[in-house]
């Protein structure tokens, strides 16, 4: 308790100080609202609406310690409302921008596995597949099926967990990973259950669905989803990078270093270890249109995107994972985490509404990630029958 105390003391202390030297200099302090000229601000539809978004944000931003958010909620003919709240750089208090990229983590796995459902439409691939033909080495990998890893049910270990991963990940963040390395770390264990027969999320089955999309197209995985998913649908600042690459402007991302508790500055942190299961790079307009095209399947065949939505429930009340998307209260999509980096891209069929949430940290409040936390603050008031990320005394469905 001690310990958790003193953290949180000192990151009040550094965002105070960031808001005291910056005042003199005209820079914004944290909890302000910066857009960029050109960038829809205003929060179109009810006022009431957006001046209750702007509280929550606000409030989960100071009590959870999240340097900066970049939010946006859009309803068809209700609500337009973009805002950017907190700083992109605690050293020089320089204000976040609702134009900025970001990591987004396993948001990636919704490119992963479109691109995989793409081969199956196009015939190249069978979700029944076994991982055997396409990958040699996987355990049990005659048992498990293609399907079974873009649900999570494979069974294989994730390598994230492997304390060795850990520990060399740590020693050196900025190392530059290969798929087939982080394998080792993920085969070098036991299958945690029979294929099909548990849901366990693990970065691996991704992993492994990647290097299936390369050797299926032969082309590199970046090129692959470029080539079938972000330039066919206009995401031109959506991209999977080789190594730490992060085009400007981007904030800071802060998280916590596992050894000592202390905050660090992750921002270029090499995301490679993540690959198709999480090193992705986009911004707040590519998520807004990608949230409507994943979730109603625009790259799909319809008996394809049925099969994608064919969700089986999760540990985590009112949630559900299909294929490479989960499905939270209702809202369709994924959420994103890595050091530094939260995010959270979600679409709600009935009110065709989108919520994108974006920010510059991965440390904990409560023991909740702060993407949840505005996740869940956003939908109680825009979608009350349908809140995201809901435990069952705080969610308002019967």
Not at 24 to 46: E, L, M, R
Not at 121 to 137: A, E, H, N, Q, T
Not at 202 to 213: E, F, I, K, Y
Request: glycine residues 8%; aromatic residues 8%; negative net charge.
């Amino acid at each position: 308790m001690e310990i958790t105390i003193r953290r949180a003391f000192l990151r009040a202390a550094a965002t105070f100080a960031c808001i005291c030297l910056a005042a003199p200099t005209g820079a914004v302090p944290a909890g302000a609202s910066v857009v960029p000229s050109g960038v829809k601000a205003n929060a179109s539809g009810p006022s009431g609406t957006a001046r209750e978004l702007d509280r929550a944000i606000q409030e989960i931003l100071e009590n959870a310690g999240v340097p900066g958010v970049i939010a946006g909620v859009w309803i068809p003919g209700q609500l337009n409302y973009v805002r950017a709240f907190g700083v992109a750089d605690k050293d020089d208090c320089s204000p976040i921008r609702s134009d900025m990229n970001m990591r987004i983590g396993s948001e990636t796995k919704t490119f992963t596995v479109t691109a995989l459902l793409q081969l199956v439409d196009r015939g190249k691939v069978g979700l029944d597949d076994p991982i055997s033909r396409y990958v040699p080495g996987v355990p049990d990998g005659e048992h498990i099926t293609l399907r079974q890893l873009a649900n999570m049910r494979s069974g294989l270990f994730p390598y994230t967990a492997d304390q060795d991963w850990l520990r060399a990940f740590h020693e050196d963040p900025h190392r530059q990973w290969k798929p087939r390395e982080l394998l080792r770390f993920a085969f070098a264990h036991e299958n945690q259950f029979a294929p099909g027969t548990q849901f366990d999320y693990s970065n691996t089955n991704t992993v492994l669905l990647g290097l299936v999309v390369e050797k299926v197209t032969h082309r590199s995985l970046e090129r692959a989803i470029s080539d079938m998913i972000t330039r066919p649908s206009d995401l031109n600042h959506t991209f999977l990078p080789k190594a730490a690459e992060f085009p400007r402007p981007y904030p800071h991302g802060y998280t916590e270093e596992t050894a000592t508790g202390a905050e660090a500055d992750a921002t270029d942190w090499n995301p490679s270890w993540g690959w198709a299961a999480g090193a992705m790079i986009s911004n707040l307009d590519d998520l807004r249109s990608w949230a409507e095209n994943v979730a109603t399947g625009k790259l799909l065949t319809p008996a394809t995107q049925a099969e994608r939505l064919q969700a089986l429930p999760t540990p985590a009340p009112g949630d559900a994972y299909g294929l490479g998307i989960d499905i939270n209260h209702g809202w369709i999509g994924h959420a994103g985490s890595l050091p530094g980096y939260q995010s959270l891209t979600i679409y709600l069929p009935d009110l065709k509404a989108t919520v994108v949430v974006l920010a510059n940290t991965d440390i904990k409040s409560n023991g909740e990630n702060p993407s949840t936390l505005f996740g869940r603050a956003i939908t109680r008031i825009i979608s009350p029958d349908n809140v995201y990320g809901a435990a069952p005394d705080q969610d308002d469905v019967d």
